[in-house]
């Protein structure tokens, strides 16, 4: 391949991003063979409008309870505080954080969910 070709087709490639989609969450197997979220490609996760499996050993996904705006653990107790634009100091558990403070957040409400 002439030299000038390969360097435009290689521009192109890198532009596309490689042929990985954008925005796609990495999944893991887990051991009982359903996929689980291992890491996301965005700082927030993956959006409740996307169905996923993701495994909360001492909770709940906040999705399935409509506490959250993506898929993430809450524990089965949590109970939503109020809106994200008042703020205030939510004091979580080890472990978990104010939904809120993630960014961009992650629910609507002040909510302790686990990272």
């Known amino acids: 391949m002439h030299p000038i070709k390969t360097l435009l087709f290689c521009s192109f ?3 596309c991003g490689g042929g990985q989609k954008a925005g796609s969450p990495d999944i893991a197997q887990t051991s009982s063979g ?8 965005s700082p927030g996760g993956v959006s409740c409008a996307q169905e996923i499996a993701l495994e909360c050993p001492n909770g709940v996904d906040g999705c399935t309870t409509g506490k959250t705006s993506v898929h993430v ?3 089965v107790t949590a109970q939503a505080g109020p809106s994200c634009s008042q703020e205030i100091a939510l004091e979580c558990p080890v472990g978990e954080t104010d939904a809120c ?15």
């Open 73 to 75: 653990c809450v524990s």
């Open 34 to 41: 359903s996929p689980d979220i291992a890491q996301t490609s």
């Open 13 to 15: 490639v890198l532009a």
């Open 101 to 115: 403070l993630i960014s961009p957040p992650v629910a609507a409400n002040h909510i302790c969910v686990r990272r």
